[in-house]
């Protein structure tokens, strides 16, 4: 279902749902993913991985290595651009050089250490061997509320330390003030606080990390790999080996899911490294157990959050306290947590905090909507606390403290159009929040509803439009496609000129072939990039204007372009199609190039909101989801299919989110279910059919109203599912996951209380 807003438009292409031009590749086997490279002598390297979690680096001896037959290269920490040590660094997705091969200490077990290329990647796995390390293992810290502690195994000596009440490992604070935190709790006649934590969960992206690397005789070096920005990874590539970016040439290959973790880099600059000393191109790939041990998961954490309330409803003040596990080295999402804990309410009085911290596990990467299904996991358990104690519908309650345009974001920020209203209404007037909970003997159901948000990025891009003789565009992008974004760029593209979604073939330019791109993540690539195509299609209008102005020999005023045919405003005689005009391009002047470089700001916020029914086995524990709606504002469904498929599969993951997926780690460091048989993530047995609901309030920030809607999504079951076994059990639970061992505890307590 689709709720379009009063300013949305009537389109030709943007709205529709053609076949995406990636798909025929796809679905066939001929798409070319990072493991399908394969170039002449290439060779391929392995990663030898620290076996603990936290110890010194005494020696690192490959001197048995260098004098193997076999081993083609090695490559240590001596061969990067090592980053000199500093205090504290906070920035999201900032690569350490000491992540990508350890220096004097190891952080998380799978730090690596060094790599070995040989012939094949079994041979070069069991020649890692022969390199000796000799190590003092420390003490490790595997939680955040340990790490704080000031008696805390200390990461990083060199860190000052920040906070009195804190260990060393504390790496940045983050403090917001709105109003008077004090008088609004004085006012308040129902107060709720609660204490929650959640554990490390990664993005099961289906395809691992993998990178070759050639590094041509002509100290030329071309990288191709899997990433979510190919322009990040040149330049990390050429900070970390000491070269110029001019000098790096990243192909990025289609991309078998990121969703956040493939910001980072990891094997890029060790594959240079190989492929330097060898004089032959280096394929490395990982194994699920290294993306699992050595890549980001997302953070896990302790909250503790405070609301209060009149007996009118009106929430009068509300506090946020949470501590972000950030992995072995600084960065986790405190923005993203900052702007999504209270943002979908308008609350006068507002005081958040949030602590970003390292413990020993691998350094965290972002995962949709980073930091946002944390908090609003939090908040959004409390406000329907609030609602039941208060004896308020949950949806009138959330509708009479919604927030709107000009209300004013805990994290400071003025919101602009927003859509939670609309989302909240589109809830409490859908038939399933008012229909009978379905019922199954043996098993008690519940519902529950929450939501969620995500602030949206924007960032540069660049897109190249060349008009072919054909009358077909050639239509190349800087952003890397993680969601079929290729074809909803292009169909903005086509709406402006008129054209047929399959007379324009998008691509993904290297970073030879088109400008600067920032990464593609947080939901900002319908938003920037197709803006720069729309400029662009503008750029090939103004051009094809000019052309015909000169073919007809007539002042440019007196042509203009409407749909997809150039004419003359006061002669009907004088018009050419599209088409017609591109056949005409040789011989009138040459090919017409559109180009847009752009940032763009007003990307957007995004609002989401889940119904989710439960029912639950008192006997067993397990939950199983019976029916989900999930509600999201969108802006502009530019594809209709695209975005029900992100709705669908972000309400997927945060479902395995909140009741299956965590970093089981014992205390050494050690991940015990690091595969895809272990680390259980839902499948389709497990779902229901999750009913999309697409809610379109235009953005006036973009041309044709479009907003972020890959990450909102994954933000509302953690709570949806939390309210819903309450709903069923009368039990609140302040822990993810919530599996069945965690149910049946909670009912014990329960039962042991009475």
Known sequence: MTVKDSDKKNYRVVGSSPIKHDGSDKTTGKAFYGADITLPGIIHGKVLRSPHAHAIIESIDISKALAHPDVQAVATCDDLEIDPPTSQQVVLRKTESHNILATDKVLYKGHPIAAIAA???????????????????????MDVESSLKLDSPVLHNHWKQIDKDYSNNLAEVQHNIMGDLEKGFQLSDCIVEREFRTKSVHQGYIEPQTSTAWWSPDNRLTVWTSTQ????VANNVARLLGISNSEVKVVPMEIGGGFGGKNPIYLEPVAAVLSKKSGRPVKMTMTRSEVFDATGPTSGSYLKIKIGANNEGQILAAKAFYALEAGAYSGAPLPGASAAVFS??????????????????PKTAAYRAPGAPIVCFGVETIIDEIACKLNLDPMEFRLKNVATENTRRADGIMNLKIGAKEVMEAVK??????????LSKGKVSGRGIAMGFCRNNSGESCVVANVLSDGTVSLIEGSVDIGGSRTGVAQQFAEVLGLEISDVIPQVGDTDTVGFTSNS????????????AILAANDVKKQIIQRASKIWDVPESDV??????????????????????????????????????TNPAGSGASYAANIMDVQIDVETGKIDIVKCTAFQDVGTAVNPDTVEGQIQGGTVQGIGWALNEEYYMDEKGYMLNNGFLDYRMPTTLDMPYIDPVILEVFNPAHPFGVRGVGEAN????????????NNALNIRLEAIPMNPSAVLSAIKSKNDAL
């Not at 507002?350 to 596990?361: A, F, M, S, T, Y």
């Not at 007037?429 to 379905?438: K, R, T």
């Not at 993540?521 to 720069?532: L, M, P, Q």
């Open 119 to 141: 012939s094949n990647p079994h041979l070069a796995e069991e020649l890692l061997e022969l390199i000796e390390v000799k190590y003092t293992c420390l003490k490790e810290v």
């Open 229 to 232: 920005g190919h322009f990040t």
């Open 344 to 361: 979908s309410y308008n609350i006068q009085n507002v005081e958040i905090e949030g602590l970003d911290v390292v413990v020993n596990k």
């Open 429 to 438: 007037s859908h038939p399933h929040y008012v229909e009978p909970i379905a």
């Open 521 to 532: 993540g947080g939901s900002g690539v319908a938003f920037k990039t197709g803006i720069a």
């Open 560 to 597: 203009e372009y409407v749909e997809n045919t150039v004419k003359h405003k006061h002669d009907d005689e004088l018009k050419l199609g599209f088409k017609e005009i591109a056949r005409l391009l040789p011989e009138t002047g040459g090919p017409i190039v559109g180009r847009a470089n």
């Open 714 to 725: 994954i933000v509302p079951p953690l709570a949806a599912i939390a309210n819903a076994i």
